[in-house]
T-cell receptor, first 111, second 116 residues
Framework: GNSVTQMEGPVTLSEEAFLTINCTYT??????LFWYVQYPGEGLQLLLK?????DKGSNKGFEATYRKETTSFHLEKGSVQVSDSAVYFC??????????FGTGTSLTVIP | EAQVTQNPRYLITVTGKKLTVTCSQN?????MSWYRQDPGLGLRQIYY???????DKGDVPEGYKVSRKEKRNFPLILESPSPNQTSLYFC???????????????FGPGTRLTVL
């Protein structure tokens, strides 16, 4: 079946550190891949997406590349800020329009 | 303002008492969906709808019902709530994309439900 596995948290980083949150997926067909971010007390917001292999999604300094050979979509940012503290979810959209989310990774950035 | 609204935001109820959580979007989106968020499990899709009068089961539909009589509304119905349905619920909507299917989802603020 379809599923998303992302690294366990919580993750704590100092400001300006490099961030990587790993995400791997299992899917039939050719899914679209997403990263969503959830700030405290809010709903999820789309951070970035990629719809086909080798696509790179990017937004607000975050990047992720759709790697079909390793079935991965790791999230990276070169220099995190305190304002990046949130929970990050990796997700895939199955070709049948059903969505699958990972368990979420909590990030705390300390000054 | 383009948005997805949910009501109520917080609800405490008792086992077996029917309840409805409303969801409405003002973006003319075809696709709408309900999720529940539980610690350690992330978001799991309950039901989704590709358009009016079209609904499909997600991963965890048991104990829930939905209807899509109008494009903008997608209520979630718990006919006989049980304590294991205590959770944080999110509604989301999405436009169709060229060539079919759906894409970026816009989420509501969430409804925290407690079933005693």
């Amino acid at each position: 079946g379809n599923s998303v596995t992302q690294m366990e948290g919580p993750v704590t980083l100092s400001e300006e550190a490099f961030l990587t949150i790993n995400c791997t997926y299992t899917a039939t067909g050719y899914p679209s891949l997403f990263w969503y971010v959830q700030y405290p007390g809010e709903g999820l917001q789309l951070l970035l997406k990629a719809t086909k292999a080798d696509d790179k999604g990017s937004n607000k300094g975050f990047e992720a590349t759709y790697r079909k050979e390793t079935t991965s979509f790791h999230l990276e940012k070169g220099s995190v800020q305190v304002s990046d503290s949130a929970v990050y979810f990796c997700a895939l959209r199955h070709t049948g329009n059903q969505f699958y989310f990972g368990t979420g990774t909590s990030l705390t950035v300390i000054p | 303002e383009a948005q997805v609204t949910q009501n109520p935001r917080y609800l405490i109820t008792v086992t077996g008492k029917k309840l409805t959580v409303t969801c409405s979007q003002n973006m003319n989106h075809e696709y709408m969906s309900w999720y529940r968020q539980d610690p350690g499990l992330g978001l799991r899709q309950i039901y989704y709808s590709m358009n009016v009068e079209v609904t499909d089961k997600g991963d965890v539909p048991e104990g829930y019902k939905v209807s899509r009589k109008e494009k903008r509304n997608f209520p979630l119905i718990l006919e006989s709530p049980s304590p294991n349905q205590t959770s944080l619920y999110f509604c989301a909507s999405s436009p169709h994309i060229t060539g079919g299917g759906t894409d970026t989802q816009y989420f509501g603020p969430g409804t925290r439900l407690t079933v005693l």
